[in-house]
Antibody, heavy 116, light 108 residues
Framework: EVQLVESGGGLVQPGGSLRLSCATSGFILSNYWISWVRQAPGKGLEWVANINQDGTDKYYIDSVNGRFTVSKDNAKDSVHLQMNRLRAEDTAVYYC?????????WGQGTLVTVSS | EIVLTQSPGTLSLSPGERATLSCRASQGVSKNYLAWYQQKPGQPPRFLIYGASTRATGIPDRFSGSGSGTDFTLTISRLEPEDFAVYYCQQYAGAPCTFGQGTKLEIK
């Protein structure tokens, strides 16, 4: 059974950092792109970043470029999103999902709250 | 960046009726790399359609996708009570892989 499980969310002050993790199972991670998508409270979906099969190709939405870094450890079946210089507008549920787009499996999400 | 505009914002229908949801792109979506998702409160999105018209595994055949270029449609032929949710389109022809703002399908 394919599973993706996010962790690492929480409350952080503006300007702070968090590292989200996405633990995967049930498929060969090295064969897939992984995306991060977020959803602010009561709002729609926003694609944030994605990373290719071997971790060498990465894309980011402009608003996080230079602050967020996506990485992948295929040996440990995990994907990470390092988030630095966090802002209030980064408050959201963060999902990891399998695929560049057209993501077929999603985790349940982890909530990140940026507030003083 | 490709901007996706979904319409209507809210669609009020009754079970058994047909639903037609629209997704319009600001420029052509290469290879029709357009997906549809369904999301219910407190849940992650559910993958419905990819390549504009191919149903994902396990999706009932009352869901169908169509369109090409800049205009895409999700049709639910006969609404079931569990179909009332928010629907999003997403283009994945290239980064950023943008989403539409969503259409809320509510019970009339």
């Amino acid at each position: 059974e394919v599973q993706l499980v996010e962790s690492g969310g929480g409350l952080v002050q503006p300007g702070g950092s968090l590292r989200l993790s996405c633990a995967t199972s049930g498929f060969i991670l090295s064969n897939y792109w992984i995306s991060w998508v977020r959803q602010a409270p009561g709002k729609g979906l926003e694609w944030v970043a994605n990373i290719n099969q071997d971790g060498t190709d990465k894309y980011y939405i402009d608003s996080v470029n230079g602050r967020f870094t996506v990485s992948k450890d295929n040996a440990k079946d995990s994907v990470h999103l390092q988030m630095n210089r966090l802002r209030a507008e980064d408050t959201a549920v963060y999902y990891c999902a399998r695929g560049f787009g057209g993501a077929d499996y999603w985790g349940q999400g982890t909530l990140v709250t940026v507030s003083s | 960046e490709i901007v996706l505009t979904q319409s209507p914002g809210t669609l009020s229908l009754s079970p058994g009726e047909r639903a037609t949801l629209s997704c319009r792109a600001s420029q052509g979506v290469s290879k029709n790399y357009l997906a549809w998702y369904q999301q219910k409160p407190g849940q992650p999105p559910r993958f419905l359609i990819y390549g504009a018209s191919t149903r994902a595994t396990g999706i009932p055949d009352r869901f169908s996708g169509s369109g090409s270029g800049t205009d895409f449609t999700l049709t639910i032929s006969r609404l079931e009570p569990e179909d009332f949710a928010v629907y999003y389109c997403q283009q994945y022809a290239g980064a950023p892989c943008t989403f539409g703002q969503g259409t809320k399908l509510e019970i009339k």
